[in-house]
């Protein structure tokens, strides 16, 4: 069975400073992984996706993500945050072929002026 | 304008009484899904539907029920047997389903129902 792991239920941060928001999976077979964001009582929006190739994605917005097989990792990063990004965020897993989505419980970005 | 729409955006009910939750997509996706959000828990699968008039039961049924008559609907009943009914309901849609690949799911802006 698949499992995702947010490492951090809340990330506090500064206006134009980095971030990482961190998220390990469990997955015997091959995975693709998203990752959505959540604006308050708002429905989930994809952010971005690795479904095969390049390990390293980006979304239209500056974030970027790297699948790491051999850490079974998701990380998502941005340089520099905007307090517009203040969101929660989900990573998600879900295998090839299968019909279920498995999310994280987010992590709460908090950017701060 | 393609979407998941939900309606109504809250909804307050009575303990004891069932409520329908309606989700309406255009998207012309095959696959519907009903999931519940609760603080700190992410999302649970309630039930989803791979195609009309078929649906499966997901990670936490019990106390719910659905239908899937329309390609583009797919509304959720949360019955008085539903335990614990307060909560954020997310209904989301994908194009469908491969056995090479996984397709990204879409959300609507969910439904908060408060049951007192």
């Known amino acids: 069975a698949q499992s995702v792991t947010q490492l951090d239920s809340q990330v506090p941060v500064f206006e134009e400073a980095p971030v990482e928001l961190r998220c390990n999976y469990s997955s015997s077979v091959s995975v693709y992984l998203f990752w959505y964001v959540q604006y308050p009582n708002q429905g989930l929006q994809l952010l971005l996706k690795y479904l095969s190739g390049s390990t390293l994605v980006e979304s239209i917005n500056g974030f970027e993500a790297e699948f790491n097989k051999s850490q079974t990792s998701f990380h998502l990063r941005k340089p520099s945050v905007h307090i517009s990004d203040t969101a929660e965020y989900f990573c998600?897993?879900?295998?090839?072929?299968?019909?279920?989505?498995?999310f994280g419980a987010g992590t709460r970005l908090f950017v701060k002026a | 304008d393609g979407g998941i729409t939900q309606s109504p955006k809250y909804l307050f009910r009575k303990e004891g009484q069932n409520v329908t939750l309606s989700c309406e997509q255009n998207l012309n996706h095959d696959a519907m899904y009903w999931y519940r959000q609760d603080p700190g828990q992410g999302l649970r699968l309630i039930y989803y539907?791979?195609?009309?008039?078929?649906?499966q039961k997901g990670d936490i049924a019990e106390g719910y029920s659905v239908s899937r008559e329309k390609k583009e609907s797919f509304p959720l009943t949360v019955t008085s047997a539903q335990k614990n009914p307060t909560a954020f309901y997310l209904c989301a849609s994908s194009i469908g389903w491969s056995r090479h690949r996984t397709y990204e799911q879409y959300f609507g802006p969910g439904t908060r129902l408060t049951v007192t």
């Open positions: 998600a897993v879900s295998v090839t072929g299968g019909f279920k989505t498995i």
């Open positions: 539907s791979q195609i009309v008039n078929d649906f």
